[in-house]
């Protein structure tokens, strides 16, 4: 028994990923890991495939999707145009948490990419991803495997949790190495530009094509400075987030509908708070009877029994791998308020604090 119902964690052997492959050869869905979080994936050239995965999410269809190719090889099938510093990037970061939107090939359905001439695409550095994709020997549609506006999978565990029998059958690769959703590098207009944050930054990229690649949100003078090698400011939240998160990041979540239920991920309203008021603010308020959650990543666990204190290192590629299983656990606890000890400034810090940032105001963003 158990062989063949919808929506089981298969280990992943060999026969587990020719059976995933078979299935979505058949127009099946299959949750997929890779480094950054993991995916729902889909044959990208079955538009009714694609659907599935919309259906699955309850995603708006005119959300376009990341097409993950086994290799760079693949490229020219879904990209019509390939810039020579796209594919110097691509040469360098794949595999890896990159990816890179292009104009798209006729080829591409209109499904996986919203209607829009352009289309998404990366090659996953993670051994199961990539034996799926050499397996499939084509272009895997896979946003993150969670419904819309949640948090995003690290473990096969969430994408059972998120999606259940919504999937036919879950590769289970462990908990995922960088943790939030891969770089997003738009090369369809005259300056690429960072369209999302992630673990390869504007300096990695300026290191191999030689120019930095404009970042929405940040001054002139912070460009000026990164040019230049001064990346030590201190405002990574401020710096990262869009302006209304950062004036908001200091205020409690609001407690309307809308920006609670489909499109805030956690449930639990959440808030930045600085890392000398942490522990006195959360005891003060589990003093007036709140539930309290803390994510914390420099201030030590005051042991208060009355909260559930979590901790991440206070290095920013460990952090983030941590980040969405710890969110997922402080959301399970039941509390009233997750309090998160402000994150550090600097360039590093920058693809955690964007996700933090958008959570804290509930945009939806994490979808
Ligand atoms: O790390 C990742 O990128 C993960 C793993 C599974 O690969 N995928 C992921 O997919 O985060 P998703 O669908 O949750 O986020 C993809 C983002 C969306 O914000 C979407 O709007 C954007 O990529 N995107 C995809 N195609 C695009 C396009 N042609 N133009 C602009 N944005 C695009
Ligand atoms: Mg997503």
Redesign the pocket.
């Known amino acids: 028994p158990g062989a063949g119902r919808r929506g089981r964690i298969e280990s992943s052997t060999p026969a587990a990923i020719a059976e995933a492959a078979a299935l979505l050869r058949a127009g099946e869905l299959v949750g ?1 890991p ?1 480094e ?4 729902l994936a889909a044959d990208a050239l079955d538009p009714e495939a694609v659907k599935k995965i919309f259906a699955a999410k309850g995603r708006p269809a005119d ?4 097409v ?1 190719l086994p290799s760079v090889e693949h490229l020219p099938q879904w990209a019509a145009a390939i810039p020579k510093d796209a594919l110097a990037l691509a040469r360098a970061f794949w595999p890896g ?1 990159l ?1 890179l ?1 292009l104009k ?1 090939t006729p080829d591409v359905p209109d499904e996986v ?2 209607g ?1 001439d ?3 695409v ?1 090659v ?1 550095a993670h051994p199961v991803a990539l034996a799926l994709l050499r397996a499939f020997d084509g272009g895997l549609a ?4 969670n419904r819309f506006g949640r948090i ?1 999978p690290t473990t096969a565990a969430h994408v059972h949790e998120e999606l259940g029998e919504r999937v036919a059958m879950i590769l289970d690769g462990g908990a995922c190495a960088v943790g939030i ?2 770089t ?1 590098l ?1 090369f ?1 207009r005259d300056v690429p530009e960072i ?2 944050p ?1 673990a390869i930054t504007p300096e990695d990229i300026a290191r191999v094509i030689g120019r930095r690649p404009r970042v929405p949100g940040e001054s002139v003078a912070e460009t000026a400075s990164a040019r230049a090698g001064q990346c030590g400011d201190a405002s990574g939240l401020a710096e990262a987030a869009a302006p209304n998160a950062a004036a908001d990041a200091a205020q409690p979540a609001p407690r309307v509908s809308g920006a609670l239920a489909a499109h805030y991920a956690p449930r639990t309203p959440l808030r930045l708070v600085e890392p000398a008021l942490l522990a006195d603010e959360a005891a003060a308020l589990a003093g007036e009877g709140s539930r309290v959650a803390v994510l914390a990543h420099s201030t030590s666990d005051p042991r208060d029994a009355r909260l559930s204190w979590r901790s991440l290192p206070a290095d920013p590629a460990a952090y983030a791998q941590g980040l969405y299983a710890s969110l997922r656990a402080l959301d399970g606890v039941g509390a009233d308020l997750i309090l998160i000890e402000a994150l550090p400034g600097g360039p590093g810090w920058r693809a955690v604090a964007d996700r933090l940032g958008r959570a804290a105001v509930g945009s939806g963003a994490t ?1």
């Open positions: 997929m890779t950054t979080v993991y995916g959300h376009p999707l990341i993950h948490p990816t939107i798209r990419t919203g829009q352009t289309v998404g990366r996953p896979a946003p993150s495997a995003s959703e891969s997003i738009d369809s369209l999302r992630g979808d």
